[in-house]
Antibody
Framework: EVQLVESGGGLVQPGGSLRLSCAAS????????MHWVRQAPGKGLVWVSR????????SSADSVKGRFTISRDNAKNTLFLQVNSLRAEDTAVYYC????????????WGQGALVTVSS | QTVVTQEPSLTVSPGGTVTLTCASS?????????PNWFQQKPGQAPRALIY???NKHSWTPARFSGSLLGGRAALTLSGVQPEDEADYYC???????????FGGGTKLTVL
């Protein structure tokens, strides 16, 4: 059974940093692109970042470029999102999602990790 | 800034049919945008329904179908059930920039 479990969320002050993790199980992580998606309270979904199977290629939304970094450790079956220089508008639930092989969509999602940026 | 537009809200009667659409500010949506559709109920993570315009996941109910209609991606629900009341999001892939953009979502009410 495919499972994605996020962790590392919490309350952080403006300007602070966090590292989100997404533990993957039930499939071979290195065979899939992976994504981060966020959702501010009461708002819609926003794609954040994507990484290819071996971690050699990434892309991100303009709103997080230079502040957020996606990475992965396939040996530990874990995806990461390093979030720096946090702003109030980064407050959201952060989801990891698995990419669909030979296509450009997502199939499985984690349950999400809440990041709250507030002083 | 690329914008993907969906109807903010739609209402359908149980057993009825409704079509949700997804438009891109860059022009007509084609299969090259690999349209995806997701369902999200309150307090839950999104659930994938459709990928690559019209392909269903193994868990997608048969009453959901995806297509291209008039330059937009479309999600049609036929024989709507009360449990279909949810927010629906489309997702488009912009290959030149290797980015994905979600639509703003459609709140579907079954009434």
């Amino acid at each position: 059974e495919v499972q994605l479990v996020e962790s590392g969320g919490g309350l952080v002050q403006p300007g602070g940093s966090l590292r989100l993790s997404c533990a993957a199980s039930g499939f071979t992580l290195s065979s899939y692109w992976m994504h981060w998606v966020r959702q501010a309270p009461g708002k819609g979904l926003v794609w954040v970042s994507r990484i290819n199977g071996d971690g050699s290629s990434t892309s991100s939304a303009d709103s997080v470029k230079g502040r957020f970094t996606i990475s992965r450790d396939n040996a530990k079956n874990t995806l990461f999102l390093q979030v720096n220089s946090l702003r109030a508008e980064d407050t959201a639930v952060y989801y990891c999602a698995r990419g669909i092989r030979n296509s450009y969509g997502f199939d499985y999602w984690g349950q999400g990790a809440l990041v709250t940026v507030s002083s | 800034q690329t914008v993907v537009t969906q109807e903010p809200s739609l209402t359908v009667s149980p057993g009825g049919t409704v079509t949700l659409t997804c438009a891109s500010s860059t022009g007509a949506v084609t299969s090259s945008y690999y349209p995806n559709w997701f369902q999200q109920k309150p307090g839950q993570a999104p659930r994938a329904l459709i990928y690559s315009t019209s392909n269903k996941h193994s868990w997608t109910p048969a009453r959901f179908s995806g297509s291209l209609l008039g330059g937009r991606a479309a999600l049609t629900l036929s024989g709507v059930q009360p449990e279909d009341e949810a927010d629906y999001y489309c997702l488009l892939f912009y290959g030149a920039d290797r980015v994905w953009v979600f639509g703003g979502g459609t709140k579907l009410t079954v009434l």
